[in-house]
């Protein structure tokens, strides 16, 4: 049992056990559906499901995926009630990666362990399966049913939000433009807002709506996931710089070769460390009005301030 108190060394061991065993089973939960959800790899033309599948089974996480799940679950939902919309955000968010790591882009070698797309399909294949996926993503959007507090369209809508001009792909342009460029902090934060936090809120507040969470549980939640979502991105920084390749499966000290806009160079190393624990604790703050319905985002939250990749 995952508790909120402040937790006794032992109790503080069982949480992290517990947070470790739920996010192993959703991921084989996630990892089942998305073998479903995508065309087998004989479906002509072979070589892009091959392509879309091997980016997709190159080993991520499943953060987003599982954030969906889970806040769903807080809400009383079914985690399988959640699992196609589950899956949309990870189409979207590894088309995000394949397209981030072509030569015109970050110009990546190594992803999740692995071999880029471009390096192993050719650039023209990877911006295919790139495109590949974030439509696939749409498409099993659009499967699900309606909630009675939710349509489709808002469903629709905030997968296209998140994933667009205003939000990720805004990311990754004023990222693109801040390289090699002294950065202000509010502008560095509109980037990790944009990047990072929007697709991660956005997880959260899918998995809620699946539910049919209550408008005010739906803002705690997306309080909850804009906070997480910039901590994670700080956190991502700051392992750039103190991990290897090797441990974090793509190239490590990448963003200060490319003179990147991040926490580390801007304000720190110290202070961007000081800046993720108090996101996260703001991140924690806001899922108060659970009290203890939200035992594992609140684990799933501590989990993410101490990874190590
Ligand atoms: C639309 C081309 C394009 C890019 C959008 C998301 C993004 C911007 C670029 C991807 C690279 C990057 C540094 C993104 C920031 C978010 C982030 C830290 C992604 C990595 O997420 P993890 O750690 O990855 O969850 P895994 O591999 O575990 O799924």
Same mark, same amino acid.
């Given at each position: 049992?995952?508790? %909120?108190q402040?937790?006794?060394?032992s109790?503080?061991l069982?949480?992290?056990?517990a947070?470790?065993d739920?996010?192993?089973?959703?991921q084989k939960?996630?990892?089942?559906?998305?073998?479903?959800?995508?065309?087998?790899?004989s479906?002509k033309?072979?070589?892009?499901?091959?392509?879309?599948?091997?980016?997709?089974?190159?080993?991520?996480?499943?953060?987003?995926?599982?954030?969906?799940?889970?806040?769903?679950e807080?809400c009383?939902?079914?985690?399988? %009630?959640?699992l196609?919309?589950?899956?949309?955000?990870?189409?979207i968010?590894?088309y995000?990666?394949?397209?981030?790591?072509?030569?015109c882009m970050?110009n990546?070698?190594?992803?999740r362990?692995?071999?880029t797309?471009?390096?192993v399909?050719?650039?023209?294949?990877?911006?295919?399966?790139g495109?590949?996926l974030l439509?696939?993503?749409?498409?099993?959007?659009?499967?699900v049913?309606p909630?009675p507090?939710?349509?489709?369209?808002?469903?629709?809508?905030?997968?296209?939000?998140?994933?667009?001009?205003?939000k990720?792909?805004?990311?990754?342009?004023?990222?693109?433009e801040?390289?090699?460029?002294?950065?202000?902090?509010?502008?560095?934060?509109?980037?990790h807002?944009?990047?990072?936090?929007?697709?991660l809120?956005?997880?959260?507040r899918?998995g809620?709506?699946?539910?049919?969470?209550?408008p005010?549980?739906?803002?705690?939640?997306?309080?909850?996931g804009m906070s997480?979502g910039l901590?994670?991105?700080?956190?991502?920084?700051i392992?750039?710089? %103190?991990?290897?390749?090797?441990?974090?499966?793509k190239?490590a000290g990448?963003?200060?070769v490319s003179?990147?806009?991040?926490?580390?160079?801007?304000?720190?190393?110290?202070?961007?460390?000081?800046a993720?624990?108090k996101?996260?604790?703001?991140a924690?703050?806001s899922?108060?009005?659970?009290?203890?319905q939200?035992?594992?985002?609140?684990?799933?939250?501590?989990y993410?301030?101490?990874?190590?990749?």
């Amino acid at each position: 049992m995952l508790s %909120t108190q402040k937790p006794f060394v032992s109790d503080e061991l069982e949480n992290k056990r517990a947070i470790a065993d739920y996010l192993v089973s959703r991921q084989k939960m996630v990892d089942g559906a998305l073998q479903s959800c995508l065309p087998k790899s004989s479906v002509k033309p072979k070589t892009i499901h091959k392509a879309m599948r091997y980016s997709v089974f190159a080993g991520g996480k499943r953060l987003r995926p599982i954030l969906c799940l889970a806040a769903g679950e807080c809400c009383g939902g079914q985690a399988a %009630t959640a699992l196609p919309l589950a899956c949309a955000l990870e189409c979207i968010h590894t088309y995000s990666l394949i397209h981030d790591d072509l030569p015109c882009m970050d110009n990546d070698d190594l992803r999740r362990g692995m071999p880029t797309s471009h390096k192993v399909f050719g650039e023209a294949i990877a911006v295919l399966a790139g495109d590949a996926l974030l439509t696939l993503a749409f498409e099993l959007a659009a499967q699900v049913s309606p909630w009675p507090r939710y349509s489709l369209k808002d469903i629709i809508s905030e997968l296209a939000i998140a994933s667009g001009s205003r939000k990720l792909i805004a990311g990754q342009v004023a990222d693109l433009e801040s390289e090699g460029k002294r950065v202000s902090l509010p502008a560095l934060k509109f980037i990790h807002r944009s990047k990072t936090a929007a697709l991660l809120r956005s997880s959260i507040r899918l998995g809620a709506m699946s539910a049919n969470a209550t408008p005010a549980r739906l803002q705690s939640l997306s309080d909850f996931g804009m906070s997480l979502g910039l901590a994670f991105q700080v956190i991502d920084d700051i392992l750039d710089v %103190t991990q290897s390749s090797q441990t974090l499966g793509k190239s490590a000290g990448k963003d200060l070769v490319s003179e990147k806009a991040t926490y580390p160079s801007v304000i720190g190393l110290r202070e961007s460390r000081k800046a993720a624990k108090k996101l996260t604790e703001q991140a924690h703050r806001s899922l108060d009005p659970f009290a203890g319905q939200a035992q594992t985002l609140h684990g799933i939250a501590d989990y993410l301030l101490d990874r190590e990749y």
